[in-house]
């Protein structure tokens, strides 16, 4: 008898869809990511090769005053058929149901368990469904920390909210087997463990116990010999309460983990080695809460031991059903390998794990504060979203370079990259923000992953930069430092741009897999007299570099102006705008630009605008900001309106459209419009400085020989990667505060 042959780790999706209320406000993940108005966004998504996506029919959304409205999921479930894409459906996430009820409501589980019936009897094809997302953690959220509705912040209302949660899940799956017999239950769940000091670890081990109440409820095995029995009865739960789910038992048919980096926390009473907002308690005593991989020098738990321990305790099929990180995009490369790597590895040693699922395909928005202000705060995910000049709100979806990642995995294809041999900053000793300490005593059973320390010396292609004494180059270099990511930065003498023999030479020994072109003449004035020496470091060093990158298939980058614009337009210029420059500066990089694209068309280039850097002691706000706390007069142009653009956001957006595989031209500016007298006065101002000693003065008065454009503001029609002007500039002045003396007004 022939052995049958296991399938394949399967790749599903998700779409990040919280409905959540704080207060009497409600937060609506698919009104901000614009996915509730693009039904083509299916479409894309079926371009990965998802073989299953989680996603919403919320009863928020469909019923929320108790009448139905079928539209919006009828048109998207059709489609994801039509696509051959298995829906796993998901009723509430992470919500409290619509205004009518609540997670404190008796009445709840009942509620969901009619709308459940709803939705099987509209779909009874449907026969996967998660009908309330990680309850566990919505308690916690819900029912102790007080973040989100009914704001509880006591275990009595967290255990409420769990149970109430739990019965409704069962419930809710009860009503939907009347329906389809074989519907199955994904139940999902995040279950971080808790590590701590010695004198704490009471508290580690009753909050590691707590992690599994949601699936041991569900599972028919929390009884009197549980540890939390005794625990919960003493908060008010009935014993008629806990004695249903044992006669109405609900397994699910697949555990799906959900595990984020901050879902490993590390309790420590020593208040004094971290900051005041980490500090906490258990009314017996007072420690600080933050994230073990910022403290723990064996590192993170990691996907591969949590498996196992879900493994041995359930015994069900497992996938990971959320596997996201809002980091840089080659960070967010290794995370998504890792989590495929362990699932691969514990499915040869027997677990049954059956997928893994990429998780935010739109992105998220607002998480850094757990959805509880309406900041739009924007974290990337397998798309982009960023919106463009002409769509304020949010732009077509842009496939990032995990897309890419993904279309490899579903095809069972590796997805081979430089920046994958190097490990996440998780995995990196310089991830250590506090003392660092052993967690060998948080757990009965640890089983942290080592951390590594990233060796420099082993053979990586690297970013190769040349421009090693520029604003830049300098730039690019600290920060790909930070990022783990491998380069090599290149003074003229090492790498002269200009000479072909030279860069043939320097490229076939560092074999980069992409070259950053941050050299230039960047003298505007001085371009009117020195053009020859313009034209050759801007046109032909660009040139024979894009051509050098080309023969070799090496990935390219190089640098472009606002200069290239003559201020006729009133509005932000973008990518496609014509092209008249007024200067020789300016005209200088409107031909490079040709020239790098005629020679290696895939190239990006980068049109930016005037820099400003904490790292530089001689850009404009740098030099303004000391003149002024020296009392020195500064005399300003009161026009152009132009972008400044700040430098580290500069760096890490054209490092992310690198890793993407983008090109053609970008625009990458802050988003906004200033004068350069009214930046220093504005800079001045948040500064604490006087702005007595700036002076508005007409550019003809101030006898500068270069024409510029009165308006270079930049826009784009691709996506506008950079913060706003304002949020720009107050990190610059956080950055430079402790090494400049800016004194008060």
Known sequence: MRESVRPPLEIWAGVECTVNRVGDRYFDQLERSGHVDRLDDLDRFATLGIRAIRYPVLWERIAPDGVADWQWSDERLSRL????????????????????????DPAFPEKLADFALAVADRYPWLDAYTPINEPLTTARFSGLYGHWYPHGQNDQTFFRT???????????????????????????????????????????????????????????????????????????????????????PCPPELVGVNHYLTSDRWLDERLDRYPTQTYGGNGKHRYADVEAVRVCVEGITGHQHLLQEVWKRYQLPIAVTE??????????????????????????????????????????????????????????????????????????????????????????????????????????????LYSPVSCTTASREFAAQPGLQFD????????????????????FARICEVRGIPYRLLTRQEMDITNPV????????????????????????????????CWSINVEGAAVLAKACSQREIAFVTFSSDLVFDGAQTSPYLENSSLSPLNHYGYSKAIAEQYVLSAHPCSLVIRTSAFFSPWDNYNFLTVALRSLATDNHLSLPMMPLFSPTYVPDLVHATLDLLIDGEGGIWHLANQGAIAWA???????????????????????????????????VLGSERGLLLPALDDAIDRYLQEVRNGLLIGSA
Request: hydrophobic fraction near 40%.
């Open 81 to 104: 058929q039509q696509l051959g894409i298995r829906p796993i459906a998901g009723l509430v996430h992470h919500g409290s149901g619509p205004r009518h009820t609540s997670l404190i």
């Open 162 to 248: 769990l149970l109430i949660q739990c019965r409704a899940i069962a419930l809710a799956m009860q009503a939907i087997r009347q329906v389809n017999p074989q519907a199955q239950l994904v139940q999902t769940e995040d279950l971080g463990k808790i590590y701590s000091t010695p004198l704490l670890a009471y508290q580690a081990e009753f909050e590691n116990d707590r992690r599994w109440l949601s699936l041991d409820l569900l599972c028919g095995r929390l009884n009197p010999d549980h540890p939390f029995w005794s625990y919960l009865r003493s908060n008010g739960v009935e014993q008629s309460e806990l004695e249903w789910f044992l006669a109405h």
């Open 323 to 432: 596997v996201h990180l809002g980091c840089t995009r080659e960070e967010q490369l290794r995370w998504l390998q890792e989590v495929w790597e362990a699932a691969q590895a514990l499915r040869a040693d027997g677990v049954e794990v059956r997928a893994i699922a990429v998780w935010s395909l739109l992105g998220a928005y607002d998480w850094n504060s757990l959805l509880t202000r309406a900041d739009r705060h924007y974290e990337t995910g397998v798309f982009d979203l960023r919106p463009t000049s002409d769509r304020p709100d949010s732009a077509a979806p842009r496939p990032t370079a995990i897309a890419i990642m993904v279309q490899h995995m579903a095809k069972g294809k590796p997805f081979l990259h430089p920046l994958l041999e190097v490990p996440g900053w998780w995995r990196r000793i310089d991830r250590l």
């Open 456 to 475: 420099r010396s082993r053979s990586i292609r690297p970013i190769a930069i040349s421009g090693a004494t520029g604003t830049l180059g300098q730039a």
């Open 502 to 533: 030279q860069v043939d030479q320097t490229l076939t020994e560092l074999n980069p897999w992409a070259v950053i072109n941050a050299a230039g003449y960047v003298r505007v004035e001085d371009a009117e007299r020195e053009q020859s020496e």
């Open 678 to 712: 009214d930046l220093a006065r504005e800079v001045a101002k948040r500064a604490g400085l006087s702005q007595a000693n700036i002076e508005a003065r007409s550019t003809n008065l101030l006898g500068l020989t270069a024409a510029r454009p009165s308006y270079s």
